[in-house]
């Protein structure tokens, strides 16, 4: 299999970081995250790490004033990590982001994936009685505008997020023995 990095985008709870894992155990490769990413910055700042809202805040902030240093820390956190071999990326949420991550993984081709996933799986998937104003308040922020329509008009693969996270590994996995094959 021919390697190249896939970003995984997707709304708020659609299931990026169940899909990328679960994707990523199945090929191999190592997985790294915007949202891990964020987290470490949050706690070297001393800000509550597992509050969305401080890991968006943070987020935006390092799109705006650090884009290619944010999105190299990404990328080191799978050590060792050479371009002879694939990488997932977790948590994809805004166009510029996806240019700067695939300069930085030439000469691999960078694939977007985005799963597409309905509200009321997204509100089950919050463990809060006041799921659908956390989502409306998460979904309102800066970090989220370019998910639901530009990324998701780029994105390379669809894929269901209200199916099983069987069905939703079965059809990546089948893109991506697609993508492997000479042209």
């Known amino acids: 299999m021919n390697p190249f990095a896939i970003a995984f985008s997707g709304r708020i709870k659609s299931g990026k970081s169940s899909l990328s894992s ?18 470490k910055i949050a706690v070297i700042q001393e800000l509550d790490p597992t509050d969305r809202s ?64 309905i509200e009321e799986v997204r509100e089950a998937r919050i463990l809060d009685a006041n799921s659908a104003q956390l989502l409306n308040r998460w979904d309102a922020h800066s970090t989220e505008m370019q998910v639901p329509k530009k990324l998701r008009d780029v994105a390379d693969l669809i894929v269901n997020g209200t199916t099983s996270l069987e069905d939703s590994v079965r059809q990546t996995l089948a893109a991506i ?6 042209h």
Do not use: M
Request: charge should be negative.
């Open 22 to 39: 679960e994707v990523a155990t199945h090929l191999g490769w190592q997985r790294v995250s915007f949202g891990d990413q964020a987290r």
């Open 54 to 117: 401080i890991l968006q805040d943070i987020g935006a902030a390092q799109v705006r004033t650090n884009l290619r240093g944010f999105c190299h820390d990404v990328i080191a956190q799978a050590e060792g990590w050479t371009r002879a071999k694939g990488l997932i990326i977790d948590g994809l949420r805004h166009l510029e982001v996806g240019v700067e991550l695939a300069d930085l993984v030439s000469p691999l081709p960078l694939r977007i994936i985005y799963i597409d996933t």
């Open 177 to 182: 023995s697609r993508w492997s094959q000479p």
